[in-house]
């Protein structure tokens, strides 16, 4: 526990790194993988939300590593074999750990302004599948809020620049009003799910236990 709040300090004092070790926690943990393959992956996972730095990947990996939270995995070589066998054969496997394990639920289970940022957010919710239900919600809420108080933000600088603004500067404005909002209902939407699935799980849960205790009286 103490290693894996350590290499989280480490890595978070640098912009965009506490995210991509999230990321490549993540990935990890849905299947080992070799540098190449990984860096694919974290390209969909992070890609669409920001710009995705190759050279950021390679340190982060030697960090992890050296922090026990990820492992290598070097495929012996027959002695015999060719050499272009060998090249394919040798790349480097990166597996989780225990520790990396245990890590990446931590950082599945902060909920703070962090994990709903523009660049915190995206790679927070490309893992909603591995993280707790009550922890998805204030991450979805947290996020409407810091979007609702942008909207609030464009609508004033509109009103402020209308009259004095040429029209195409008028329509980027508008367009960039326009994206915030269909986030918001995005995100409207996405909660209402979301508390529909937890209010039909808690109605099942008090079920069971009502059951639970007729069966005890009886």
């Known amino acids: 526990m103490a290693l894996s709040r350590a290499v989280g300090v480490r890595m978070s004092g640098r912009k965009g790194a506490r995210e991509l070790e999230l990321a490549v926690l993540g990935l990890l943990h849905e299947s080992p993988m070799h540098g190449y393959e990984l860096r694919k992956r974290l390209n969909i996972v992070l890609g669409m939300f920001r710009a995705f730095s190759y050279g950021s990947l390679y340190p982060c990996l030697k960090q992890l590593l050296a922090t026990g939270l990820i492992i290598e995995d070097r495929p012996e070589e027959p002695a015999n074999a060719p050499l272009a066998l060998q090249s394919r054969r040798s790349k480097i496997v990166y597996k989780l750990t225990a520790e990396g394990k245990e890590r990446l639920q931590e950082l599945l289970t902060e909920a703070g302004p962090a994990s709903w940022e523009d660049e915190g957010f995206g790679v927070h919710f490309a893992f909603f599948a591995h993280t707790r239900a ?60 979301e508390r529909a699935e937890q209010a039909t799980t808690d109605r099942a849960t008090q079920a069971g236990e009502i059951n639970r205790t007729s069966k005890d009286d009886r």
């Open 134 to 193: 009550d922890v998805r919600l204030r991450i979805l809420e947290g996020r409407r809020s810091r979007l609702e108080e942008r909207l609030e933000s464009f609508r004033a600088a509109l009103a402020r620049t209308r009259e004095r603004v040429d029209s195409y500067t008028l329509e980027l404005q508008n367009h960039g009003l326009e994206s915030v909002e269909r986030e918001v209902r995005w995100l409207n939407e996405l909660i209402g799910r």
